[in-house]
């Protein structure tokens, strides 16, 4: 787990530290550290603000805040939006070009879409079999 060493506010101060990124959450919130105020990962020599240490968090605080989804949401959301690979299936397979294009058309999904394109080629491959077996058959 990091360690954060924080600047000395006045020439010939030590450095303060080492302290884990929840005490200074936590120096952060009670005001005892500003958000200027720079910090360093003890394995690093580059110094940063202490706000930068949580920038996403307070985004993601923020969108919870606001009503936003939360993370899981999200992901929900993104599959959804993905569509269903068994519906395009099933659409192209028993639909043929008529459901192929419909889904094209009307589907916002690429699951759904690449469902469909392989439901009518299966349908399309199965249809080419059965004509060549009856046309071998019939000589």
Request: aromatic share 6%; proline share 3%.
């Amino acid at each position: 787990m990091a360690r954060w060493l924080v600047k000395a506010s006045r020439e010939g101060e030590l450095d303060k530290g080492p302290y884990d990124l929840d005490a200074l959450r936590q120096s952060r919130k009670r005001l005892l550290l500003k958000d200027d105020a720079l910090v360093r990962e003890e394995s690093s020599d580059e110094w940063v603000p202490l706000k930068s240490l949580f920038t996403e968090e307070e985004k993601a605080k923020t969108r919870a805040d606001l009503g936003g989804p939360s993370p899981a949401r999200v992901r929900e959301l993104d599959e959804q939006a993905k569509g269903s690979f068994g519906l395009g299936f099933a659409a192209g397979l028993l639909g043929g070009c008529i459901g192929l294009g419909i889904v094209y058309a009307a589907a916002k999904g690429s699951e759904t879409k690449r469902g469909a394109l392989i439901g009518f080629l299966v349908q399309a491959g199965v249809g080419l079999a059965i004509r060549v077996v009856a046309a071998s058959s019939s000589h």
